[in-house]
């Protein structure tokens, strides 16, 4: 169940999508997701399928290995769906006793999903092919500027990437201190909200106590290693831009376009 | 000239309560006295509690002296404009490989290092090639640290530590969390890098197989250095060592019992070669 | 008491690409009373296999039968057979969590359904089994040395009243006194509570001494199965899949080598001692 959880995963392979800059990758998925949200036609998203499964398809990463992820927001969807479903007005389909379901409904909670679950898919094609140290390398980059305004890019940048590292083991530890008070006849699946709150005590104290153990060692690990801030690193990868990347922009910016002109045209 | 050379050295653990008034003081290293010869490679023995990582992190600064001084390669480590020249001499290697391993991929956690001291792209790069070389992990270079076993993450830790080109190597219980296996592996990247590179290897453990190659072994109980010398004469002193909550291999122990026992076996056997030479001379 | 696994298989992750066949056809007998040793090196299915024991990992195949009944009958009480056989996992200290240690202990019991009095004595029993000074007792658990408070952790397992006790690396971590004091204090309890012991090690010294007998796991499947003795004899096929034999073990084949009669299967310090001194004796007559 927790093991499901692939965002910010990263998948390795040898591919056109891994070879990119960083930046460009946030710069596409940027306008993926402005894309997904403003326009809203079938022709529009139309064009955002075939984009996205352009970029799978080059990523080399199986579809079936991302699609796991979205198991984790099944939830999420379901509840905005069903929102939708429910809470849109219009022709009248079905009806019983309070709840309606309209036409509009019906289509708005279609294409809610599609583009929830697009945004996902999208999102994770970049996590899944930049390592997470690439990634806030870019958004680091991407970002300097806010350091005019006392915003320390570099640390956030860190922590991110640090964030990333350890997900998987605190899933890892999650389930094994779950087995361990299972073990001892906790329960965690039986009682109402309330209840079932409480159950969670044994499960998250040991977690907490881990973390920050855990923080405290990598803390004293990467002093050990002179780390001491932004000031005067060097980078083993430094970001450059090369020429697919001028062309993935330009291949982006047409996608953008493209959807204006069915918003306009259409 | 000594590589550490450590004085009258004190360390103590102050608590304090909600005000800041001192609650309890805890002595963990009491007075030690130690010298360590460039190049050699040397073993920390002692209990859970008896100072030793204490001691080890005093070596790379993260902990400074209460009292006393310290001179890691020539420089006070008390001097704070030391500090990152000290802790780019002598690297360290933590216990557990988890929280040591800060990138998601092994080349880029190894790059860590000589990326802080600011060294110069291409450089890194040659340098993360050699230091997995090193430890005989070059081929996991794009791997996901997740998916090694412990005695790999370890030497992972190890190659990140030999990529900032240290004098010196401290390893605070290294193997403590692996298997057998991991052990030996990680135990051999170690002999080698002192064999080959002439690192000085600064060994903490618990494992008493891991110090009989050492050039020489400190032990060490409630803050205080109490036994010092080759392993043949620490070994020598089984009873000793156990009223140090510490034990001999169990090859020693043997021969220990078996010269108790009336057998003209002498003190201090270290290998199994060595005790069927002996035992068969007897025969 | 008494444990059978019948042709029990595990597959994980199964139809995919991560897919592993961690254990393959195991058939098992763990009777009542036994001091059992589990080896196997990391990703053997050791693991893997202690958990198929209360429980906690339903098996792909096969069946478990726990005193002659089906555990993955309908119905049966999975919460209770878990309180039967107590699992201590590795580093089970990672698992306290109560502000005092008493209260840790006497979470075990009270999710059995006892009452706050019944769980205090159960608690009071297995803290005082595991030898933990009654002084400590109202203490918080973090505040503990870390060979204390795996100590708690046992007795909170301790403390349901396990028919059998399954500890997985007990000593890890520990230096050598720590390690020997858990050891002597999980035999005193085999002794003194008759529970049968499952003991999973990676030191072959630790189960030569103290278990009657020894179970090897290999890529998924036993290996081997009986005395500690009969075991070491084979150390060469041991050693073909990482593991070894106690170090006393080589020795005497070594000794045996050089001519000297000594007897090869000594597994343990005492054996191979009484062994050695004996054949010298008789060679200098």
Redesign the interface.
């Known amino acids: 169940m927790l093991r499901d959880i692939t965002i910010g995963q990263y998948y390795p392979a040898d591919s056109v999508i891994h070879k990119l800059d960083p930046r460009t990758k946030l710069f596409a998925t940027l306008l993926f997701v402005i894309s997904l949200f403003t326009f809203r036609s079938w022709a529009g998203l139309a064009l955002a399928t075939v984009f996205l499964a352009v970029l799978i398809r080059l990523s080399k990463v199986p579809l079936r290995y991302m699609v796991k992820g979205l198991r984790a927001i099944v939830v999420i969807l379901l509840i905005t769906a069903l929102f939708n479903l429910f809470l849109t007005p219009g022709k009248v389909l079905v009806e019983w006793w309070i709840f309606s379901i309209s036409y509009e409904g019906l289509i708005s909670a279609g294409k809610m999903t599609v583009r929830l679950i697009f945004l996902i898919l999208g999102t994770s094609v970049v996590t899944l092919t930049t390592t997470p140290n690439a990634l806030t390398d870019g958004l680091e980059k991407a970002l300097r500027p806010l350091n005019a305004i006392r915003i320390p890019v570099h640390e956030v940048a860190m922590m991110m990437s640090i964030a990333l590292r350890f997900i998987p083991i605190l899933v890892e530890e999650t389930d094994k201190i779950m087995k361990a008070q299972i073990a001892r006849g906790a329960d965690f699946e039986s009682g109402n909200l309330i209840k079932k709150a409480k159950n969670m005590v044994p499960l998250l104290v040991p977690l907490f106590i881990s973390a920050f153990r855990r923080a405290n060692d990598l803390a004293l690990a990467m002093e050990a290693r002179c780390y001491h801030g932004g000031k005067g690193r060097t980078k083993m990868k430094p970001l450059q831009y090369r020429r697919r990347d001028a062309v993935v922009y330009g291949l982006v910016l047409v996608y953008f376009a493209g959807m204006i002109a069915v918003r306009i045209l259409l | 000239m000594n590589f550490i050379e450590a004085r009258r050295l004190v360390h103590e653990y102050i608590r304090r309560d909600e005000e800041g008034n001192v609650e309890s003081i805890q002595t963990a290293l009491d007075h030690v006295d130690l010298d360590i010869e460039p190049g050699k490679f040397v073993a920390v023995l002692?209990?859970?509690?008896s100072g030793k990582s204490t001691f080890a992190?005093h070596l790379?600064v993260?902990l400074t002296p209460t009292e006393g001084t310290l001179w890691v390669d020539g420089k006070d480590a008390a001097d704070e404009e030391n500090l990152?020249e000290i802790?780019?001499n002598a690297?360290?290697v933590?216990?557990?490989p988890?929280?040591?391993?800060?990138?998601?991929?092994v080349?880029?956690d190894v790059?860590?290092?000589?990326?802080?001291?600011?060294?110069?792209?291409p450089e890194?790069?040659k340098r993360?090639d050699q230091s997995l070389k090193s430890v005989g992990m070059s081929e996991y270079r794009?791997?996901?640290p997740?998916k090694l076993?412990?005695g790999q993450k370890q030497r992972v830790a190890i190659a990140?530590?030999m990529a900032?080109e240290p004098k010196c190597i401290v390893l605070d219980e290294p193997t403590?969390?692996l298997?057998?296996?991991?052990r030996r592996e990680v135990l051999s990247a170690v002999q080698r890098l002192n064999e080959e590179k002439g690192v000085t290897i600064i060994l903490i453990t618990?494992y008493?197989e891991e110090v009989v190659d050492a050039d020489q072994v400190f032990v060490m109980d409630q803050g205080k250095v109490v036994m010092e010398g080759t392993p043949r004469e620490i070994f020598s002193q089984v009873e000793t060592l156990?009223q140090y909550?510490?034990?001999v291999?169990?090859?020693t122990?043997?021969a220990d019992?078996?010269r108790k026992?009336g057998?003209a076996v002498p003190k201090g056997i270290l290998t199994?070669?060595e005790?069927?030479d002996v035992?068969?001379r007897?025969? | 008491m008494s444990i059978i696994l019948d042709h029990v298989n595990y597959v994980y992750s199964a139809g995919t690409a991560y897919e592993k066949h961690a254990l393959k056809d195991i058939s098992l007998k763990i009777e009542d009373g036994q001091f059992i040793g589990i080896i196997g090196h990391t990703g053997s299915g050791k693991s893997t296999l202690i958990q198929h024991l209360n429980g906690l990992i339903r098996a792909t195949s096969g069946a478990i039968y726990y005193n002659g009944e089906d555990i993955y009958d309908k119905g049966y009480p999975l919460q209770k057979l878990r309180g039967k056989v107590g699992l201590v996992f590795q580093y089970p200290e990672h698992q306290l969590f109560e502000t005092t240690i008493f209260k840790d202990v006497c979470f075990g019991p009270k999710n059995q359904g006892l009452s706050q009095n019944e769980a205090e004595l159960k608690a009071f029993e297995a803290l005082r089994a595991v030898g933990l000074s009654e002084r400590l007792w109202y203490q918080s658990p973090f505040d503990l040395s870390g060979g204390q408070k795996r100590r708690v952790a046992i007795a909170g397992v301790l403390a349901m009243k396990p028919e059998v006790l399954i500890l997985d690396e007990p000593t890890a971590g520990l230096d050598p006194k720590g390690r020997d004091e858990i050891l002597d204090q999980v035999v005193r309890m085999h002794r003194e509570l008759h529970i049968t012991v499952i003991l999973v090690s990676h030191s072959m010294e630790d189960v030569a001494n103290y278990v009657g007998r020894l179970i090897v796991m290999n890529r998924g499947q036993v290996m081997f199965d009986g005395v500690p003795r009969e075991v070491f004899a084979h150390y060469q096929e041991l050693e073909a899949v990482g593991l070894s034999a106690p170090q006393v073990t080589y020795l005497m084949h070594d000794l045996r080598r050089r001519g000297l009669s000594v007897d090869e299967s000594a597994t343990t310090l005492e054996e191979a001692k009484a062994s050695i001194l004996r054949a010298l004796q008789v060679g200098s007559k």
């Open positions: 002692g209990h859970n509690g992190k790379n993260l990152w802790r780019k690297g360290m933590f216990q557990n988890d929280n040591q391993i800060i990138a998601s991929v080349e880029e790059g860590f290092g000589p990326e802080n001291i600011g060294v110069p792209t890194i790069l993360v794009t791997h996901s997740n076993s412990g990140g530590v900032m403590a969390m298997d057998p296996n991991g618990h008493m156990k909550r510490l034990d291999p169990q090859i122990l043997l019992e078996l026992a057998l199994r070669q005790l069927v035992l068969c007897l025969y």
